[in-house]
């Protein structure tokens, strides 16, 4: 094991330890949930996570596009028309 030198004002003690235990047990359900289901845990965070992308690409898109059936100035020409407009703020809040 290790040595430890613990000291106080008057006194002076070397510790050794036998044994580590960080605190964690193999018995806890967090440690079982993720040995069991971690993958699938990752797998669906991914998959999650790129539905939101996805979608929130295709909100902020039709926005845009909805802005110029109305007739108004496209954003990559100055506009800033799609700041009003709820579907893309829908978007990027997704």
């Known amino acids: 094991?290790?040595?430890?030198?613990?000291?106080?004002?008057?006194?002076?003690?070397?510790?050794?330890?036998?044994?580590?235990?960080?605190?964690?047990?193999?018995?806890?359900?967090?440690?079982?949930?993720?040995?069991?289901?971690?993958?699938?845990?990752?797998?669906?965070?991914?998959?999650?996570s790129s539905f939101l992308i996805g979608s929130s690409v295709i909100l902020k898109k039709k926005g845009l596009l909805r802005l110029v059936e109305k007739g108004g100035t496209r954003a990559g020409d100055g506009g800033h028309g799609y700041l009003k407009d709820w579907l893309w703020w829908a978007g990027l809040l997704t």
């Not at 290790?2 to 359900?29: A, K, M, P, Y």
Request: proline letters at 0%; glycine letters at 10%.
């Open 1 to 48: 094991g290790s040595l430890i030198t613990l000291s106080c004002l008057s006194h002076r003690v070397v510790c050794q330890v036998i044994s580590e235990d960080n605190g964690t047990s193999d018995n806890s359900w967090i440690t079982r949930l993720e040995s069991n289901y971690g993958f699938y845990i990752g797998l669906g965070l991914a998959v999650f």
